[in-house]
């Protein structure tokens, strides 16, 4: 009896015992899963039976400064799959097959994609209208549509490089669409519905929409008509030079807002794929390029704020100059001869230069250099904008300092020169250039205001107005003469430098033209900077290529903007006397016929001496003033064509193209001997000589200086 109550006990004790650890193994699964991996478990069970549909916010409409749109949103269906309801239905095959057919996809991709181990995949995005249509109508298990926002840009290729582009995920990826990102483009929502085990909507249970937060929107400084005008202008030089790239910067001087800017090549940023990556490259700010003779405009502001020159110092020009080991010479080897400085700045002349940019020093001139903003970005609220490249002042030699002043060794972006130059249009302050003047929320709420950002003053008030003069003389009298507009008083300055090669030196045949100006003059109310990389055909100068192009651009601007012309009594009596003037035309190797109505069309009256049919000689010379109804004596050539041996009187050939000369010589039954190319600048007989039909000219041409 005793033992089997014993052994009774023990039974009882191993179950006790067996139980206990049961108890305890339990208890600590549970402690486990409840405590330590809850939270985890919570949050897996809850993404198992909740079906979260993603609602995309609409980015923030982009408009210009006068309210026209510029960028929009748009709604686009899309197209998602529920993988866990379509394996459901058990009819997955069928529905990869017949979403395939509509959405023209890849069956077995498609297939792969609705059937993934996840709860939720995108099939396709922002499918057309049509698309979306026919789906519905297929009522297909598991497969639904979401209303998401597309970027769309009415003005189609205007201003494509300022506005970026925007990806299917409605995130900004370029321009002004992906600098102001966090603004533009809001908070998506999403719509929450739970799920039972067989995958059917909870009727009664969580169904949640969280709303999207729509962008803020945002008014540009960029004004269309400008940026139209801009990019009508630029399209002409592109396309007619057959260049590489080019653009155009047009910038308020007072206040750093840039009014339009434009890129060659473009880009549709509704359809950016259907262009090389290529075109989507900023030209305007993405790219340093050496600036030639613009920089010019620098090296004199510097030279006139350190007191090294005035407007009237006097210069020596032979054509060439030795720095060290180096020989420096002007464009062609022209050799300027005595000049004042506004002339070596209306010249153009590299002498002339260089001699001021030795006479600053280094230290003085990376001053300026720093404080003008080159080496540096500008700031401007666009991505991807160039530091440019600056000689290191630590290892300058007195040969960089020398070219550095005229306007090569050194690399800088259109955006900064163009604020560079503004700066001395500004009386001398340099401000930040922006492309946004105001962020408004969806409500209409001002969020933010871009107030003008002076940088810092570079030069004094009196320097920047002395020079805004000298280069309102570069215009006048200079290279940049094809940037002259009637009625507006423009400044500006020319330049043409020759492109780096990639292994190293200068490439031969490849040139970056260049005009950078401001107008009116004296009270500046714009300024323009174009650039044109490698334009085909001669002449490349950036007074040929590059200046029309900004006449062009400020005149209907300024027109646009109501500036008036200086046709007021005040400035009338100012510039003409009582009685009318007018400038006496070059008629000098025309036709007789031609220099008759060239003199009669202004008002003139003509007294012809000798005989023949070629002018050879006018009192006064050209462009001489002259009250209306003077009198214009043309002297013609004693050249008879059907006689023999006749005597010819040679005629001045200076400043003519080869082509010009030769057809006057052989008017004239003269023959030309050319050396060199380029406008003629010297010949033999001297003009005024008296030969026989028949003689040899020979006449010397150069290139035309810049």
């Not at 003409?576 to 000098?588: E, G, S, T, Y």
């Amino acid at each position: 009896m005793q033992t089997a109550n014993l052994q009774v006990r023990k039974r009882i004790a191993t179950l006790f015992f067996l139980f206990t650890i049961v108890f305890i193994l339990l208890g600590s699964r549970i402690f486990w899963v409840q405590f330590v991996k809850g939270a985890e478990l919570s949050e897996k069970a809850l993404q198992n039976r909740m079906r979260d549909i993603p609602v995309e916010a609409k980015r923030g409409i982009i408009y210009d400064r006068n309210g026209e749109e510029l960028a929009i949103s748009i709604s686009a269906d899309s197209v998602y799959a529920i993988p866990a309801e379509v394996l459901a239905s058990k009819q997955e095959k069928e529905i990869a097959a017949r979403l395939a057919a509509i959405l023209e996809m890849d069956e077995d991709k498609l297939y792969q994609r609705i059937t993934r181990t996840s709860s939720f995949e995108w099939v396709k995005r922002q499918i057309k209208p049509e698309q979306a249509q026919k789906i519905r109508e297929a009522d297909l298990p598991g497969i639904g549509l979401t209303e998401e926002s597309r970027r769309y840009y009415p003005k189609n290729t205007l201003a494509a490089h300022v506005l970026g582009i925007s990806g299917v995920d409605n995130t900004g990826l370029e321009g002004i669409d992906f600098y102001y990102n966090d603004l533009v483009g809001g908070t998506p929502g999403r719509i929450v519905v739970e799920h039972d085990a067989a995958n059917r909507p909870i009727p009664e249970a969580t169904h949640k929409y969280i709303p999207p937060e729509d962008g803020a929107n945002l008014i540009l400084t960029i004004d269309e008509t400008i940026q139209y005008i801009t990019e009508r202008e630029l399209d002409k030089v592109f396309k007619e030079r057959q260049a590489k790239s080019a653009a155009v910067i047009v910038m308020d001087p007072k206040t750093g807002e840039i009014l339009a800017m434009a890129s060659r090549p473009t880009f549709d940023p509704n359809n950016y794929n259907d262009y090389p990556a290529q075109n989507r490259r900023n030209f305007a700010i993405n790219d340093a390029f050496e600036p030639g003779s613009t920089m010019k405009i620098c090296t004199a502001a510097m030279a006139l704020e350190e007191k090294i020159v005035g407007s009237n110092s006097q210069f020596y020009c032979p054509g060439h100059i030795k720095v060290g080991k180096e020989t420096i010479r002007c464009s062609g080897g022209t050799a300027h001869g005595n000049q004042t400085f506004a002339q070596i700045v209306e010249n153009s002349c590299n002498v002339g230069f260089v001699q001021v940019g030795l006479d600053l020093g280094l230290e003085r001139y990376y001053k300026y250099l720093r404080a003008f903003g080159f080496g540096k970005t500008t700031g401007i609220d666009l991505p991807g904008e160039a530091e440019g490249i600056i000689v290191p002042e630590s290892r300058a030699m007195q040969i960089d300092l020398a070219t550095m002043a005229f306007g090569q060794a050194n690399a800088v972006t259109a955006i900064q020169m163009t604020a560079a130059v503004a700066a001395v249009a500004n009386d001398g302050k340099l401000m930040q250039p922006h492309l946004v003047r105001q962020v408004i929320s969806k409500d209409g709420q001002v969020i933010k205001n871009s107030e003008p950002k002076m940088v810092r003053q570079v030069i004094s008030p009196e320097t920047a107005r002395e020079l805004c003069m000298i280069l309102e003389g570069e215009v006048i009298n200079g290279t940049g003469r094809n940037a002259y507009m009637p009625g507006y008083r423009a400044a500006g300055k020319t330049g043409t430098a020759q492109k780096i090669s990639p292994s190293g030196g200068y490439l031969a045949n490849e040139y970056v033209a260049s005009f950078i100006g401001f107008a009116p003059a004296d009270d500046p109310r714009l300024v323009c900077m174009v650039v044109v990389d490698a334009p085909q055909g001669y002449p490349y100068y950036g007074g040929w290529v590059a200046a029309p192009v900004f006449k062009a651009i400020m005149e209907d601007s300024l027109r646009y903007l109501e500036v008036p012309k200086r046709e007021d009594p005040a400035a009338a009596a100012e510039a003409q006397p009582a009685v009318k003037q007018v400038l006496v035309p070059d008629v000098v190797n025309l036709p007789l016929a031609e220099a008759l109505t060239a003199i009669k069309s202004r008002g003139l009256n003509v007294k012809v001496t000798g005989e023949g049919n070629i002018v050879w000689q006018q009192t006064p010379k050209p462009n001489t003033k002259l009250p209306q109804n003077s009198e214009v004596i043309i002297y013609l050539s004693p050249f008879d064509q059907g006689g023999e041996n006749t005597e010819v009187t040679v005629p001045d050939l200076q400043g003519k193209s080869m082509k010009e000369v030769a057809k006057i010589l052989s008017d004239l039954g003269l023959h030309l001997i050319p050396e060199g190319f380029g406008l003629a600048y010297e010949q033999s007989p001297a003009p005024g000589k008296v030969v026989t039909s028949g003689s040899n000219i020979k006449v010397k041409f150069q290139p035309v200086g810049e």
